[in-house]
């Protein structure tokens, strides 16, 4: 990975510094310079760190004293201005992304100044320059184009680094080939995780679970600015990838994306992203994903009994274990459908936290 720093203008050296080595070679003060330049101290001194500019008469009069080509020293200015021109949009698209996150979660290789952040940001998203970013990721747009929710509001830069987190995990996971029939077959499995509260113990399992039908599930806490729950899409033919956040660190909203995800691998385009971001969901393929969703973990036989349960948490809990689920997710639709208000049970929800490494 370290080759990519050689492709990274990441300086911008002033033509004065080509003249400093010149005059040092020589023995040449900046003011014997400026004497056989017929200029002031000062007005050298300027050009010598690259604040003056060198103007074709300039570039005559360092030929005459100097002994290199007119040509050469503009040439050089030229360079120089691009440069700065460069380094000034490779800064800004650093702003654009959450750094300082990258760093803490060890995204990223530990950096201090703008040039070593740029080299590290690069390597992470697997491109030599930012130009070459900006090709492949069309400057935003294509992730503006899979925006499947209205309210979504995060920054294109974080979320672009979270999703780059999910490709990179996703890439070097083993999975057997992208099977939908096992996927379904194993579903019922899969849901029987969610009266597990210790994501230690299901996470991996419901990992497992998932490649063997072709699944890489990748779990990634978000950077600032990004606030996607879960993400789906295809790294190949036969792999496909389900990111989830744990943004909400309850267990209703972890598993309702998961599956809500697994309705999009199974009833959509698989060359599509689906991005969840913010509290609603708009369009055809997010509310047949919300209604797979709900169905999988209540399903729709027992959906009127729940929608008729009164705001007592021992019945919570008996209908939780009879259906075979969390009693948080029975919280969490019937808060989601109105019958119990955002504040009531929430004590029956698993809570997680995250644990730095």
């Known amino acids: 990975m370290s080759e990519v720093t050689h492709f990274l203008p990441d300086w911008a050296s002033p033509p004065g510094a080509t003249i400093s080595d010149i005059l040092e070679e020589r023995g040449q003060s ?61 800064e800004e698209w650093l702003r654009d992304l959450p750094v300082g996150d990258l760093i803490k979660f ?82 019922p499995a899969i849901r029987a995780l969610t009266r597990q509260k210790d994501p230690t113990v299901f996470v991996p399992e419901l990992k497992k679970l998932c490649a063997q039908c072709g699944i890489a599930v990748v779990v990634a806490r978000t950077p600032s600015g990004c606030r996607a729950s879960g993400a789906t899409r295809f790294l190949s033919g036969n792999k496909a990838l389900v990111m989830l956040s744990f943004r909400y660190l309850s267990d209703d909203h972890f598993w309702f994306t998961f599956f809500h995800e697994a309705g999009h691998l199974l009833l959509h385009n698989t060359k599509m992203l689906f991005l969840e971001g913010g509290d609603l969901c708009s369009g055809k393929e997010e509310q047949e994903a919300n209604d797979f969703a709900s169905n999988q973990l209540v399903p729709p036989e027992y959906q009127a009994a729940m929608r008729a349960m009164p705001v007592d948490g021992r019945a919570v809990m008996r209908f939780a274990r009879q259906i075979g689920i969390s009693p948080g997710i029975v919280v969490g639709q019937l808060q989601h459908f109105g ?16 644990i730095e490494e």
């Open 30 to 90: 900046a003011a014997e310079f400026a004497r056989a330049m017929g200029d002031s101290v000062d007005n050298v001194q300027l050009l010598l760190i690259g604040s003056a500019k060198i103007t074709n008469q300039v570039a005559d009069h360092l030929a005459g004293v100097l002994g290199v080509s007119a040509e050469f020293w503009l040439s050089r200015e030229s360079q120089f201005r691009d440069g700065l021109a460069r380094l000034t949009k490779n």
């Open 339 to 354: 019958v119990f208000t955002r504040r009531q049970l929430n004590n029956l929800k698993a809570r997680y936290n995250w």
């Open 106 to 187: 060890k995204w990223i290789r530990s950096a201090t100044n703008a040039p070593e952040k740029i080299a590290a940001c690069l390597e992470f998203f697997g491109v030599p320059t930012v130009a070459d970013w900006w090709t492949r990721y069309e400057g935003g747009s294509r992730l503006a184009a899979f925006r499947k929710s209205e309210t979504f509001d995060s920054a294109e830069g974080a979320v672009l680094a979270w999703l780059r987190k999910g490709e990179i995990d996703g890439a070097v996971m083993p999975c057997e080939d992208w099977n939908p029939e096992r996927f379904r077959s194993v579903l």
